[in-house]
T-cell receptor, first 114, second 115 residues
Framework: DPKIIQKPKYLVAVTGSEKILICEQY?????MYWYRQSAKKPLEFMFSYSYQKLMDNQTASSRFQPQSSKKNHLDLQITALKPDDSATYFC?????????????FGEGSKLTVL | AQSVTQPDARVTVSEGASLQLRCKYS??????LFWYVQYPRQGLQMLLK??????VVQGVNGFEAEFSKSDSSFHLRKASVHWSDSAVYFCAVSATSGGNYKPTFGKGTSLVVHP
């Protein structure tokens, strides 16, 4: 059974709309992350959280807002969608917010913006 | 800041052949190094990691990688590939100090194994 659940797996949105990507992890981890993967760029770090606190944000646009309602949840809200936002968004987690820890990834949410 | 270069975007080998996927890193000291694999329509899974000690580290499914400080490299190897090894392989590096703990990933190498 998947230990990191991402929903939805696939979604199509129109330009200007808003979507929320859901991520739940059942590994008991304290740190969670969002990465983005697109054809134009390699796997790109977006955010990291530890104990529901934002630790690092490498996303230039405020249109991307992570939301952590529980320790094992880290959703990603994207507003004013643009075609360039089309990508697969991966949620990941690790035992602690440290450099030595292995990251565990979900299966991704593939977003297409028309 | 650390960075990773995977010079080969795509590698094609025949089943049973040996494999080397190249990875070069840039960092001021010895970093933490990882190899991840991504099978079609799945998330990334870690194959192996290196922190210190023996420069050759063993991973899952017969994979190993060798760290070279002089060459700033962390190449992935396998003695005999199977068609099921076809996937995208990512090298990643984490800093060992400075608080910038997120792993930085390379662009990935797509491995195609012909039966």
């Amino acid at each position: 059974d998947p230990k990191i659940i991402q929903k939805p797996k696939y979604l199509v949105a129109v330009t200007g709309s808003e979507k929320i990507l859901i991520c739940e992890q059942y590994l008991g981890h304290n740190a969670m992350y969002w990465y983005r993967q697109s054809a134009k760029k390699p796997l790109e770090f977006m955010f990291s959280y530890s104990y529901q606190k934002l630790m690092d944000n490498q996303t230039a646009s405020s249109r991307f807002q992570p939301q952590s309602s529980k320790k094992n949840h880290l959703d990603l809200q994207i507003t004013a969608l643009k075609p360039d936002d089309s990508a697969t968004y991966f949620c990941a987690s690790s035992q602690g917010h440290s450099n030595t820890g292995q990251l565990y990834f979900g299966e991704g949410s593939k977003l297409t913006v028309l | 800041a650390q960075s990773v270069t995977q010079p080969d975007a795509r590698v094609t080998v025949s089943e049973g052949a040996s494999l080397q996927l190249r990875c070069k890193y840039s960092y001021s000291a010895t970093p933490y190094l990882f190899w991840y694999v991504q099978y079609p329509r799945q998330g990334l899974q870690m194959l192996l990691k290196y922190y210190s000690g023996d420069p050759v580290v063993q991973g899952v499914n017969g994979f190993e990688a060798e760290f070279s400080k002089s060459d700033s490299s962390f190449h992935l190897r396998k003695a005999s590939v199977h068609w099921s090894d076809s996937a995208v392989y990512f090298c990643a590096v984490s800093a060992t100090s400075g608080g910038n703990y997120k792993p930085t990933f390379g662009k990935g190498t797509s491995l195609v194994v012909h039966p």
